[in-house]
């Protein structure tokens, strides 16, 4: 058995003590990846208020444990301009190496604490508002992940991803294009397309499975993920089925009879309904149907 002397106990204790203030890895993590970021950014890509983001980056710069100007200091401030003033964050060399443990901690907690099995859902919006309204509406019963723009998105979209609730219009690369990506990547996860744009029939030729009008409703968002997550029950057909009786459900709802026939999309996607009613057995068309009425509220 190693036996440690009060000095290695003491230190230990210490680094426990710093890494395991609740943003402390976060931060380092964000740093690790991104940096340098100014307070700004680190504010909103972490969704966090200033003064606990003050207060950590504080911690990090000058904790009680080292001098700032010491080589073994965790965050380096540098100075960047003069006129106007500002800071930039990033990570010393000893900051880089603690994602080693962090990373060790992370796995060891994956072995021996249990896996969470709640779902991943990926909240992209150019809005941090309302990504944060959002998140704080899912959090309960969803594991949550943020972006801020389709490039971010992107670069979080991973197989654990199993929905992605996606702002149709963004700057940059808009959410047209992220679900056209996603769709080319063949990923698994289902896709909500929340939008402040009122759907026309372009949204016939688009690959999402369920589309909410901003900013939607709490209970609202959360029984379409709900509904969305059990298409993973039915083969390609019932998935292709559902979400095409979405979509037609909703430009129903939009249109009327006669605008609806004279488009030759909606026409065809009526007679790719009919196709798929077909070949969908009986039990799995009502078991679809009470999807889309559950998707729609409709009872």
């Given at each position: 058995?190693?036996?440690?002397n009060?000095?290695?106990?003491?230190?230990?204790?210490?680094?426990?003590?710093?890494?395991?203030?609740?943003?402390?890895?976060?931060?380092?993590?964000?740093?690790?990846?991104?940096?340098?970021?100014?307070?700004?950014e680190?504010?909103?890509?972490?969704?966090?208020?200033?003064?606990?983001?003050t207060?950590?980056?504080?911690?990090?710069?000058?904790?009680?444990?080292?001098?700032?100007?010491?080589v073994?200091?965790?965050?380096?401030?540098?100075?960047?301009?003069?006129?106007?003033?500002?800071?930039?964050?990033?990570?010393?060399r000893?900051?880089?190496?603690?994602q080693?443990?962090?990373?060790?901690?992370?796995?060891?907690?994956a072995?021996?604490?249990?896996?969470?099995?709640?779902?991943?859902?990926?909240?992209?919006?150019?809005?941090?508002r309302?990504?944060?309204?959002?998140a704080?509406?899912?959090?309960d019963?969803?594991?949550?992940e943020?972006?801020?723009?389709?490039?971010?998105?992107?670069r979080?979209?991973?197989?654990?991803?199993?929905?992605?609730?996606?702002?149709?219009?963004?700057?940059?690369l808009?959410?047209?294009?992220?679900l056209?990506?996603?769709r080319?990547?063949?990923l698994?996860?289902?896709?909500?397309?929340l939008?402040a744009v009122?759907?026309?029939?372009?949204?016939?030729?688009?690959?999402f499975?369920?589309?909410?009008?901003?900013?939607?409703?709490?209970?609202?968002?959360k029984?379409?993920?709900?509904?969305?997550?059990?298409?993973?029950a039915?083969d390609?057909?019932?998935?292709?089925?559902?979400?095409?009786?979405?979509?037609r459900?909703?430009?129903?709802?939009?249109?009327?009879?006669?605008?609806?026939?004279?488009?030759?999309?909606y026409?065809?996607?009526e007679?790719?309904?009919?196709?798929?009613?077909s070949?969908?057995?009986?039990?799995?068309?009502?078991?679809?149907?009470?999807?889309?009425?559950?998707?729609l509220?409709?009872s």
């Amino acid at each position: 058995m190693v036996r440690r002397n009060d000095d290695d106990v003491e230190t230990m204790v210490a680094a426990v003590n710093l890494i395991s203030k609740k943003w402390h890895p976060v931060i380092i993590q964000s740093l690790l990846r991104d940096g340098p970021l100014r307070f700004s950014e680190l504010k909103q890509r972490l969704d966090i208020s200033a003064k606990v983001l003050t207060d950590s980056l504080d911690d990090l710069v000058e904790n009680e444990l080292v001098n700032r100007n010491e080589v073994n200091e965790l965050v380096n401030r540098n100075e960047v301009s003069e006129s106007p003033r500002r800071v930039e964050y990033d990570l010393t060399r000893h900051g880089r190496d603690m994602q080693s443990v962090i990373d060790a901690l992370s796995d060891w907690g994956a072995e021996h604490l249990g896996e969470d099995t709640r779902p991943v859902v990926l909240v992209v919006d150019n809005d941090p508002r309302l990504v944060t309204m959002h998140a704080s509406w899912l959090e309960d019963e969803c594991q949550i992940e943020r972006a801020y723009d389709g490039e971010e998105a992107l670069r979080k979209l991973t197989d654990e991803i199993d929905v992605v609730l996606l702002d149709r219009r963004m700057p940059g690369l808009s959410g047209e294009e992220v679900l056209d990506r996603i769709r080319d990547l063949r990923l698994g996860c289902q896709v909500i397309m929340l939008s402040a744009v009122e759907p026309d029939f372009d949204i016939l030729e688009m690959g999402f499975d369920a589309y909410i009008v901003k900013p939607g409703a709490k209970e609202e968002l959360k029984e379409v993920i709900a509904d969305v997550l059990a298409r993973n029950a039915y083969d390609s057909e019932v998935q292709e089925y559902l979400a095409l009786s979405a979509k037609r459900a909703v430009l129903q709802a939009e249109k009327t009879e006669g605008a609806l026939q004279r488009d030759d999309r909606y026409r065809r996607v009526e007679a790719r309904l009919r196709e798929l009613e077909s070949s969908v057995d009986d039990a799995d068309e009502e078991s679809a149907v009470r999807d889309v009425q559950a998707l729609l509220n409709i009872s």
